[in-house]
């Protein structure tokens, strides 16, 4: 599968704003879908995931309640909604797949997010 995150921006504390992550390739709905980020100078980290039908999610604890991970199986599509938005979210987000039983094994190219104070 190939992933292509988009929808980062430059956006005040506060704001929101939506991540998408296109699929193509192989059926995007037999994956968990992830989020990752990194900020500058600091190492990757996990956001949030979401497995293959969507019922389940799992999230960071510094962004629970302030980001819902979604997809959108029949337009081979995910997301990330970011609301409340801190100085401290700032980085490149990154979409990820994951068969069962595998790691985090395709990544999308990364989309930049800055939050300004």
């Known amino acids: 599968v190939q992933l292509q995150a988009s929808g980062g921006g430059l956006v005040q504390a506060g704001d929101s704003l939506r991540l998408s992550c296109a699929a193509s390739g192989r059926s995007f709905r037999y994956y968990t879908m992830g989020w990752f980020r990194r900020a500058p100078g600091k190492e990757r980290e996990f956001v949030a995931r979401?497995?293959?039908?969507?019922?389940?999610?799992v999230y960071a604890d510094s962004v629970k309640g302030r980001f819902t991970i979604s997809r959108d199986n029949a337009k081979n599509s995910g997301y990330l909604q970011m609301n409340s938005l801190k100085p401290e979210d700032t980085g490149v987000y990154y979409c990820a797949a994951q068969m069962v039983g595998q790691t985090f094994g395709y990544w999308g190219q990364g989309t930049l997010v800055t939050v300004s104070s």
């Open positions: 979401i497995n293959q039908n969507g019922a389940s999610t």
